[in-house]
Each structure stands twice: as C-alpha cells, then as structure tokens.
Nanobody, 115 residues
Framework: QVQLVESGGGLVQAGGSLRLSCAASGSIFSINAMGWYRQAPGKQRELVAM???????NYVDSVKGRFTISRDNGKNTGYLQMNSLKPEDTALYYC?????????WGRGTQVTVSS
C-alpha cells in the first residue's frame, strides 16, 4: 500500500503564499502522476493541479498563473506553490497519486485565506 501525507497548510491573508507538500511512502514501484484536489464545505471535490512523471502539468482555470505544481521523483514528493491567494481558495487540499496502477489519497491539509 501507498500512504500520502500532506503538510504546509495554514492561515494566510489574501495575497499571501503557501507551499504544500505531499510525501508518499510505502510499497511504491512508481508514481505515474501526482496532483492536488480541494474541497470547500458544502461543495464537491475539485481538481486543482496535476503533474505527470514526465513533467506535464494541468491546472484548473481559477489558479492558472498563481499556483505551480512540481514533484521530486527521487523523493516521491509533490509540491504545490500557492501565490496571490484569495479567500475563494479556502478549502481542504488533498494530495492525489497514481501509483502501482491504483489511486491513492491523502487525508488533507487545511488552507484558509482571510480577507
């Protein structure tokens, strides 16, 4: 099994920055893709950003130009640099990984942006 643990969330004022990390551990053969989803209270989970092992990235339109996803394949760790944060970015952020032909999820880290 693969375990994902997120860190780096917290409280920040609008316009500020946070960097989220996702550390993968366990019986990992390879991680084909890593990404970040978020879910605000009363709303469905939303894909924020995704990166393949080869470095191809995708972002939801609302974060383009503000967020940057990256990964360190050697450390099995993913990152999400979040700049120019807005109150509407407030959500529980979940790490996602595609590994060993299965989907894995972290338990989430809270990001709160105050106005």
């Amino acid at each position: 099994q693969v375990q994902l643990v997120e860190s780096g969330g917290g409280l920040v004022q609008a316009g500020g920055s946070l960097r989220l990390s996702c550390a993968a551990s366990g019986s990992i053969f390879s991680i084909n893709a890593m990404g970040w989803y978020r879910q605000a209270p009363g709303k469905q989970r939303e894909l924020v950003a995704m990166i393949t092992r080869g470095g191809t990235t995708n972002y939801v339109d609302s974060v383009k130009g503000r967020f940057t996803i990256s990964r360190d394949n050697g450390k099995n760790t993913g990152y999400l640099q979040m700049n120019s944060l807005k109150p509407e970015d407030t959500a529980l952020y979940y790490c996602y990984a595609r590994a060993n032909f299965h989907d894995y999820w972290g338990r989430g880290t809270q990001v709160t942006v105050s106005s």
